[in-house]
């Protein structure tokens, strides 16, 4: 109807360069992509709350079918019960709608995180909602969850949600902490041993050189997170692979609000490409692992992830012609001309 | 000549008492069997959407969502929550159901077995009591992922106390979800039954702005206004400025208020050389009144004759 791909090319922009500018361009840009091409990935730990639309572009454009929202804390301490729940009702409606516009199937994993445990009042009011929450569709899993400061606060809420995730039979996807991680990382998995859970419905976060050996040999998941400066870059990640193999092991960017970067996961595939890693072992840590694990929750069917554009169509989408999922128009970034 | 009149007076007067009477009897009698019906149109929606149900749903689904039905309140809200555990997703063939103390009907055209599960548990609250019967529907409001908020809205034609709902309704208008917003608009009587002018057009023109097609909107017709069709008409000029277009169905909308502004917007539809635009304006333009839109008719009849098919309706340009 309006606004169709058939106008924009009728009318093209005298902005564009020269074919031999362009095509360089695009090499420069483009180039990681030559090793991924063909690959779906699958990121299991991303911010979208945070990112911009086009983020979302740019992951459909990089192979990437799905994805998973933790909740987490919003940069800054929530001051009230109704915030919690708006931001909970965003995972499950807004985000899962932006998503589906770009055909990428959206996931979530819902807690109450170790930063605003110590705000015990509202954290007690948080612990009475979440159940709620916990047996929406799409819910994957408890997270992000664990610790962060260490304190007697983080615990009790970090045991009472362990509670809830046994009880609902969903994966456990634990934060561990920036500051005293080795340490922090054990108790995580002793309280979770301790009480009672299968660690193979749980998932141990952003771990390192220091913690990937301890949390594998106890039967644990393990994933790692590629973020600039303060977690894994993808080159160590590479390394970790080739030592460990792929098995239990997942990658995810964690992007959010911080400088991060949303095409972690397929950036790191395309690494691994180049340094030699087995395509079937890529395919482990960047899309297989991360389903199977958070796939023990019941709520994720791969076949979802695969024919995208099909999510849901059957009973949604018939008969309109935009906000279709996959179908969102394109526009030209390089183009200085915006219609 | 008196005698005349006084009897005259008498005839009417009897016809008069024999008219209150009848009528007052009419009230006295009909009423019991007014509540008596609505008491069995209530029940029938609960009857109609399970007999779909069971056309669609497998026995143990069948089993699963009778046994939810029968649960208390916080039973039914968790039933509510979880039923895609239980209840696949599979659409459903279209149907319609005809909606109590109103001239229209659900329409639903694309269901899914799962949303109508959760219609059904949502006629399972206890209405006695109004205001806990608000607070328990919209604090499912409030927690709804998309697929909720989908068989909330789709369901509030059938709820109690519907017109209390109608703020309510107007929030999914404002949504910028599609699903939750199609709920409402598409093949759900609910706003032709109780938006005030404002906000049904504005239902319409979000629609139209959102690049939906409007055809699936209840009583598209028998809402017409005045103000929709001048909007309508600076919606498309808005477009137009813009080197962009219109879809033709929404010319419709303008039939019963053609003015000379709109006309000329027709002309304008004309010289598009758009095929689907020419049959618009020749669409409105039959049915219009407007002395220069029968004008404008006469005028560009070689061009209505370039469509070839004259008997072409609004139909074809659903889509």
Same mark, same amino acid.
């Given at each position: 109807?309006?606004?169709?791909?058939?106008?924009?090319?009728?009318?093209?922009?005298?902005?564009?360069?020269?074919?031999?500018?362009?095509?360089?361009?695009?090499?420069?840009?483009?180039?990681?992509?030559?090793?991924?091409?063909?690959?779906?990935?699958f990121?299991p730990?991303?911010?979208?709350?945070?990112?911009?639309?086009?983020?979302?572009?740019?992951?459909?454009?990089?192979?990437?079918?799905g994805?998973i929202?933790?909740?987490?804390?919003?940069?800054?301490?929530?001051?009230?019960?109704?915030?919690?729940?708006?931001?909970?009702?965003?995972?499950?409606?807004?985000?899962?709608?932006?998503?589906?516009?770009?055909?990428?199937?959206?996931y979530?994993?819902?807690?109450?995180?170790?930063?605003?445990?110590?705000?015990?009042?509202?954290?007690?009011?948080?612990?009475?909602?979440?159940?709620?929450?916990?047996?929406?569709?799409?819910?994957v899993g408890?997270?992000?969850?664990?610790?962060?400061?260490?304190?007697?606060?983080?615990?009790?809420?970090?045991?009472?949600?362990?509670?809830?995730?046994?009880?609902?039979?969903l994966p456990?996807?634990?934060?561990?902490?920036?500051?005293?991680?080795?340490?922090?990382?054990?108790?995580?998995?002793?309280?979770?041993?301790?009480?009672?859970?299968?660690?193979?419905m749980?998932?141990?976060?952003?771990?390192?050189?220091?913690?990937?050996?301890?949390?594998?040999?106890?039967?644990?998941?393990?994933?790692?997170?590629?973020?600039?400066?303060?977690?894994?870059?993808?080159?160590?990640?590479?390394?970790?692979?080739?030592?460990?193999?792929?098995?239990?092991?997942?990658?995810?960017?964690?992007?959010?609000?911080?400088?991060?970067?949303?095409?972690?996961?397929?950036?790191?595939?395309?690494?691994?490409?180049?340094?030699?890693?087995?395509?079937?072992?890529?395919?482990?840590?960047?899309?297989n692992n991360a389903i199977e694990a958070f796939g023990q929750s019941g709520q994720i069917n791969e076949?979802d992830l695969?024919?995208?554009?099909?999510?849901?169509?059957?009973?949604?989408?018939?008969?309109?012609?935009?906000?279709?999922?996959?179908?969102?128009?394109?526009?030209?970034?390089?183009?200085?001309?915006?219609? | 000549?008196?005698?005349?009149?006084?009897?005259?007076?008498?005839?009417?007067?009897?016809?008069?008492?024999?008219?209150?009477?009848?009528?007052?009897?009419?009230?006295?009698?009909?009423?019991?069997?007014?509540?008596?019906?609505?008491?069995?149109?209530?029940?029938?929606?609960?009857?109609?959407?399970?007999?779909?149900?069971?056309?669609?749903?497998?026995?143990?689904?069948?089993?699963?969502?009778?046994?939810?039905?029968?649960?208390?309140?916080?039973?039914?809200?968790?039933?509510?929550?979880?039923?895609?555990?239980?209840?696949?997703?599979?659409? !459903? @063939?279209? #149907?319609?159901?005809?909606?109590?103390?109103? &001239?229209?009907? /659900?329409?639903?055209?694309? =269901?899914? %077995?799962?949303?109508?599960?959760?219609?059904?548990?949502?006629?399972?609250?206890?209405?006695?009591?109004?205001?806990?019967?608000?607070?328990?529907?919209?604090?499912?409001?409030?927690?709804?992922?998309?697929?909720?908020?989908?068989?909330?809205?789709?369901?509030?034609?059938?709820?109690?106390?519907?017109?209390?709902?109608?703020?309510?309704?107007?929030?999914?208008?404002?949504?910028?979800?599609?699903?939750?917003?199609?709920?409402?608009?598409?093949?759900?009587?609910?706003?032709?039954?109780?938006?005030?002018?404002?906000?049904?057009?504005?239902?319409?023109?979000?629609?139209?702005?959102?690049?939906?097609?409007?055809?699936?909107?209840?009583?598209?017709?028998?809402?017409?206004?005045?103000?929709?069709?001048?909007? !309508? @008409?600076? #919606?498309?000029?808005?477009?137009?400025?813009? &080197?962009?277009? /219109?879809?033709?169905?929404? =010319?419709? %909308?303008?039939?019963?208020?053609?003015?000379?502004?709109?006309?000329?917007?027709?002309?304008?539809?004309?010289?598009?050389?758009?095929?689907?635009?020419?049959?618009?304006?020749?669409?409105?333009?039959?049915?219009?009144?407007?002395?220069?839109?029968?004008?404008?008719?006469?005028?560009?009849?070689?061009?209505?004759?370039?469509?070839?098919?004259?008997?072409?309706?609004?139909?074809?340009?659903?889509?």
């Open positions: 109807m309006c606004q169709s791909g058939n106008e924009m090319r009728q009318n093209p922009s005298h902005f564009e360069g020269s074919p031999e500018e362009q095509q360089s361009a695009k090499k420069v840009e483009n180039n990681y992509r030559d090793y991924i091409k063909g690959m779906n990935f990121d730990h991303i911010h979208m709350t945070s990112r911009t639309t086009d983020d979302y572009q740019a992951l459909a454009d990089a192979g990437v079918r994805i929202e933790p909740a987490f804390w919003l940069g800054q301490p929530r001051t009230g019960l109704s915030t919690f729940q708006d931001y909970y009702n965003s995972l499950i409606g807004w985000e899962r709608f932006r998503s589906s516009q770009f055909g990428i199937k959206h979530c994993t819902i807690g109450l995180n170790s930063r605003e445990a110590n705000n015990v009042p509202l954290a007690e009011q948080v612990m009475e909602i979440l159940p709620l929450y916990l047996y929406k569709e799409g819910v408890v997270g992000e969850i664990g610790f962060d400061d260490q304190t007697p606060e983080e615990e009790k809420f970090y045991r009472l949600q362990l509670e809830l995730a046994k009880e609902a039979r456990v996807q634990i934060h561990t902490p920036h500051r005293d991680k080795k340490k922090g990382t054990e108790r995580s998995m002793d309280i979770a041993l301790e009480m009672g859970l299968d660690p193979r749980v998932i141990v976060d952003h771990n390192n050189e220091e913690t990937v050996e301890s949390v594998l040999d106890q039967g644990f998941w393990a994933a790692f997170t590629i973020y600039p400066f303060t977690k894994m870059g993808n080159e160590r990640m590479v390394e970790i692979v080739k030592k460990y193999g792929p098995e239990r092991i997942m990658v995810n960017s964690a992007a959010d609000w911080g400088i991060s970067d949303p095409l972690a996961v397929p950036k790191t595939a395309a690494l691994m490409t180049m340094k030699g890693i087995p395509a079937e072992h890529i395919k482990l840590v960047t899309y076949s695969l024919e995208p554009v099909s999510i849901d169509q059957s009973k949604k989408y018939s008969g309109n012609t935009v906000l279709r999922g996959g179908q969102q128009p394109r526009i030209d970034k390089s183009s200085v001309i915006i219609k | 000549m008196p005698d005349k009149i006084t009897g005259f007076k008498t005839l009417i007067t009897k016809i008069l008492v024999f008219y209150y009477t009848f009528s007052f009897s009419y009230v006295i009698f009909d009423k019991p069997q007014i509540l008596n019906t609505k008491n069995q149109r209530f029940m029938s929606y609960k009857q109609e959407i399970f007999d779909v149900f069971e056309n669609n749903a497998s026995p143990e689904e069948i089993e699963w969502l009778q046994k939810q039905a029968e649960k208390n309140t916080t039973g039914i809200k968790m039933a509510f929550v979880g039923a895609p555990r239980f209840i696949s997703k599979k659409g !459903i @063939s279209p #149907f319609t159901i005809s909606v109590k103390e109103s &001239n229209f009907d /659900v329409s639903a055209a694309n =269901w899914s %077995l799962d949303q109508l599960a959760r219609i059904y548990l949502l006629l399972h609250f206890d209405p006695t009591d109004k205001d806990s019967y608000f607070s328990t529907i919209e604090s499912l409001f409030l927690s709804a992922d998309i697929n909720e908020a989908v068989a909330l809205y789709s369901a509030l034609p059938l709820l109690e106390y519907r017109k209390d709902w109608t703020f309510r309704a107007t929030e999914a208008v404002r949504t910028n979800i599609g699903e939750v917003f199609d709920a409402i608009a598409f093949g759900n009587p609910f706003p032709a039954i109780h938006f005030n002018k404002q906000a049904w057009n504005q239902l319409i023109l979000k629609c139209i702005f959102n690049e939906k097609s409007i055809h699936r909107i209840v009583g598209l017709d028998e809402r017409r206004n005045e103000k929709l069709a001048i909007s !309508i @008409s600076d #919606f498309a000029h808005e477009r137009w400025a813009a &080197n962009r277009t /219109v879809p033709p169905l929404i =010319w419709k %909308l303008t039939i019963p208020y053609v003015n000379d502004q709109i006309v000329k917007d027709l002309d304008y539809l004309m010289k598009t050389g758009d095929n689907d635009n020419i049959l618009a304006a020749f669409l409105v333009l039959k049915a219009s009144t407007n002395s220069n839109g029968k004008a404008l008719l006469n005028k560009q009849k070689s061009k209505i004759e370039t469509l070839g098919d004259t008997q072409l309706t609004w139909k074809y340009l659903e889509k």
